[in-house]
């Protein structure tokens, strides 16, 4: 036993340079160039990078022992890491199965989340997930399905404060993962994040909402934040929670293009009931929403958006509140 544990420990010190020599060499031409070369094919880009990294790996794993735990597997990797000095790579083991999050550039292309452990008795790659963003494990309880994690992918800054995010539970079963629940189903255009926390079992996130009226870079605006939790069972995530911050910023925006089709339609009833001052309502003249931020009083009780009339020409319209309902109480055209 003392023999083998020698042979594999040999056979790691021999490889271990080799691997190491190879990775910087693959690093230098290939890293630095691979989103240039093929951005849409992350996975083909970086296969050979990739390739390396899983045989050391696997190698690992198959050899059993101290080589094979977590702590010399990530040791091992942060030698790769240092080698490049761009790569971040972590490891964790959740129940039979060893996870890695796997991060070779700053870039939002090239990195994965891979999965390793035993098939048909021998240590192997499992499974691969790829996606635009740095992705970040969460460790969860157990299910009665058996272990699962949280995949977090973090895409780059918008410059507003928030950022592309999306989130996997991952579940065990059979000889690989499976993704039990995403917020790329919630999400189907996209999530833009202010931020988001994994306390388990909850999921928290504060997230941008697009409506009508909503201008990228402008504060004040409508945001969600949605809490969910994991729970056994073919559900997987409920949300248990959800509440608007800002939320005067989008009930505004309903008042205003409701008026603005009121105005392209001619529709005097509706209008009435969004404009009370009859010699107001009269002078209006056909407006259309005009991409700019609304300035609001401290109390966000009267509030100025900008517009567009006829020729082109700009406009400045006045909301107040009236209980929970928004008035229109003044409008202008803008001096040029």
């Known amino acids: 036993m003392l023999l083998l544990a020698g042979s594999c420990a040999a056979a790691a010190a021999r490889g271990a340079p080799d691997r190491l020599e190879r990775f910087r060499d693959l690093a230098r031409t290939r890293l630095g160039l691979a989103e240039l070369v093929d951005p849409e094919n992350p996975a083909e880009a970086y296969r050979d990078i990739y390739a390396l990294l899983d045989e050391e790996i696997v190698e690992s794993l198959a050899s059993g022992g101290v080589f094979a735990s977590v702590e010399f597997l990530q040791d091992r990797l942060d030698a790769f890491g240092e080698a490049w000095g761009g790569a971040h790579i972590r490891v964790v083991r959740i129940g ?38 740095r992705p970040a494990l969460h460790l969860l309880p157990a299910s009665g399905e058996g272990p699962q994690f949280i995949a977090a992918w973090e895409g ?89 911050h800002n939320a005067w910023h989008r009930e505004l925006h309903v008042t205003v293009s409701a008026l603005f089709a009121a105005l392209a339609a001619g529709d005097d009833a509706a209008m009435a009931g969004m404009v009370p001052d009859r010699e107001l309502r009269g002078r209006l003249p056909a407006l259309s929403a005009e991409p700019a931020c609304d300035a609001a009083d401290s109390a966000r009780e009267a509030v100025s958006i900008a517009a ?13 509140r009236a209980g929970a309902r928004w008035r229109l109480t003044g409008a202008a055209p803008v001096l040029q």
């Open 308 to 320: 567009t009339g006829p020729e082109r020409r700009p406009w400045s319209l006045t909301f107040r």
């Open 156 to 244: 780059a800054p918008s410059g507003r404060g928030t950022r592309e995010l999306r989130i996997d539970l991952v579940r065990t079963q059979d000889d690989g993962v499976r993704i039990a629940w995403s917020t790329a189903t919630l999400f189907p255009d996209g999530l833009h994040a202010r931020s988001y926390a994994v306390r388990p079992p909850e999921i928290r996130v504060r997230y941008e909402l697009h409506y009508p009226g909503w201008t990228p870079g402008c504060d004040g605006q409508t945001e969600q934040e949605d809490v969910y939790r994991v729970v056994p069972g073919p559900a997987a995530v409920t949300r248990i929670s959800r509440q608007q």
């Open 96 to 133: 039979r199965v060893l996870v890695g999050a796997f991060r070779l550039t700053d870039g939002a292309a090239g990195n994965s989340v891979r999965v390793y452990g035993r098939l048909r008795d021998e240590a192997a790659l499992l499974t691969t997930m790829y996606r635009e963003g």
